[in-house]
């Protein structure tokens, strides 16, 4: 958690764009593993926001709830579209949902035009089953 929000500083002092970041829990025990890929997936998501979004906001979240840890990161950007993530030559979405889906959760990215960018993932809390 320390790492997520460490991360969403960072971004906003080298962007100058606002991340607020907020979690429900007090801390979320996960395995390192997990820990790790959850950071590195956070990591392209903010880079997409940075490249991409052209977002003067972005509000992240990171919650646990029966067994699953969510995150969501939300830019106020010009909106992905369905037709961006099957880009030939993009990997970084379909990298990061790979990846997801890898730990038995799953990334969705859901766009408003010209209003927001939503990117969720959601990863269970004690790995694969
Ligand atoms: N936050 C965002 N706001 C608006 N558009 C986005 C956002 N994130 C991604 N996109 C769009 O989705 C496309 C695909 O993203 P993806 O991360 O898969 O590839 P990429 O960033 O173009 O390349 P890379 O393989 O280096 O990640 C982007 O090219 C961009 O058009
Ligand atoms: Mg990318």
Redesign the pocket.
Same mark, same amino acid.
């Given at each position: 958690m320390a790492a997520i929000q460490w991360q969403a500083k960072e971004f906003s002092k080298r962007t100058e764009i606002p991340c607020l970041f907020c979690c429900d829990s007090e801390d979320i025990p996960l395995d390192a593993d997990l820990a790790s890929a959850i950071f590195r997936i956070f990591q392209?998501i903010l +880079?997409?926001?940075s490249?991409?979004?052209g977002?003067s906001n972005v509000k992240v979240k990171l919650s646990e709830n029966d067994g699953w840890v969510f995150l969501e990161a939300i830019?106020n !950007?010009? !909106?992905?579209r369905e037709s961006?993530?099957n880009?030939p $030559?993009?990997? $970084?979405?379909?990298?990061m949902r790979e990846r997801c889906q890898q730990l038995g959760g799953n990334l969705y990215?859901n $766009?408003i035009p010209e209003k927001e +960018?939503c990117?969720i993932i959601q990863i269970p809390v004690n790995g694969k089953e």
């Open positions: 392209e +880079t997409n926001i490249k991409h979004a977002a830019d !950007g010009r !909106g992905i961006d993530m880009k $030559g993009s990997f $970084g979405i379909r990298g990215a $766009g +960018t990117v």
